[in-house]
């Protein structure tokens, strides 16, 4: 008797923070002779998005492409302006057309199809038809998915109304088995009942525990008591294996030109700012940003994204930052319009801290490269990402920066702050550890790597 490798399908779902994962996960699999499938939704929202879809299947042209044409959504159905949420709704009414595309993997067939949190809901009823395994991954903290899986019965226990009276200390979201999060945390979306993406979550949240398993791209020892807490069914009863496969490496395939002005400055003087793929900031508080960068005293790459969408981002840098705002940063500063590979610029041993939005992917890549972090949430997962990220020890989070304020931040205090980041020599210590650590849980032998081959094992039998 021959044992097969075990053939997997992987189902992404739609912006950078949700795609990222999955094509490290494919090309983790892949390398251990897996066979993949990678489902690839048409159209795309993003170019960034076909653009790293590409780049895979150029480095590993054994993974097979599965083209999943959508049906068109009637934008009037669904209760939401936001591109990428209306994408994963396209997806997600979509998904009937998935179960024909899936039969015809037959050679071999498939042992699992693993799917973005985000669409789960839409899809696990499709693989019980088809008796097929379905794992989630799960693209965010440990602690993001206590509050997903919980936040359903929290609706439908409380008897006040979410975005009513005013978020304290004690207004919290209490979650069996792990810390309570502060209402003002939640991504805002979530205080309004009828937004598509919270009734996407809400379906999602109640569903995982439907899956045969769910995986987690979390790192170090920061989430080690959640994922404990999750195993042992204190958060919610019966809930599947929760494997920690992170954090999940960035590739060489993901790697795009590098930046040459980079090369010209000190070891560890350039702090990289970078708010992620989607988020598009103020005029005003753009500006305040670059006044503060300036006040810093400090080198900097800045990244400056004026719509969530790259396709849309056409204005010149100097119409959105001004140009005054231009000619004070030349001298300690390089500013690029919408997108420089992240990956590439962490790596660099110019680059010495990081002011971020807190994206999950950020958080794991901070990690990666051992960099400290200044964070900022903007919107979603990220304040509870920027809690578990300032636990883990890699960095600092100035709380009253939160969605919640009306007025924008004050250069003067965003430069403060830079320095207080860039110069904590502890901070640097601790990133360096979390560097080798998360390392170590990835390479041969590892506690990520034995989880994953675990996993592979069980798709064998
Ligand atoms: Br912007 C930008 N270059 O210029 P997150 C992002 N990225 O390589 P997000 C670049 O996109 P969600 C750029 O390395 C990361 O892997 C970055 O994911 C890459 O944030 C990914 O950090 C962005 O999770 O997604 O895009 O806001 O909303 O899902 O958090």
Redesign the pocket.
Known sequence: LQILPPHVALLPSS????L?PFVRLAAALARRNCLVTFITTHPTVSLSESRLVSRLLSAFPHVTPLEFHLLPLDHSTANSKDPFFLQFEAIRRSAHLLSPLLSSCSDPPLSALITDVSLASAFISITDELRLPNYILF?SSAWMLSLCLNFPTFVVNTSTNLSGGSATASDDIEIPGVPPVPKSWLPPLLLDLSNLFTTQFMANGQELIKSNGILINTFGNAEQATVAALNEGKVVNGLPPVTKIGPLAPCEFEKGSSVEWLDGQPAGSVLYV?F????AMSREQIRELGDGLVRSGCRFLW?V?DKKVDREDEEELGGIVGQELMERMKDNGLVVK??????VVLAHPAVGGFLS?C????VT?AAWNGVPVLAWPQH???SINAQVMEKSGIGMWVKSWGWGRTEVVKGEEIGQKIGEMMGNDRLKAQAANIREESRRAVEVGGGSYKELEGIIEKWKI
Do not use: A, P
């Open positions: 912006g950078m923070g949700h990222v693209t970078s992620g793929s989607r988020t990244v994204k919408n997108w420089v590979d992240q990956g939005h994206g999950w992917n950020s890549e979603g997962d990220q």
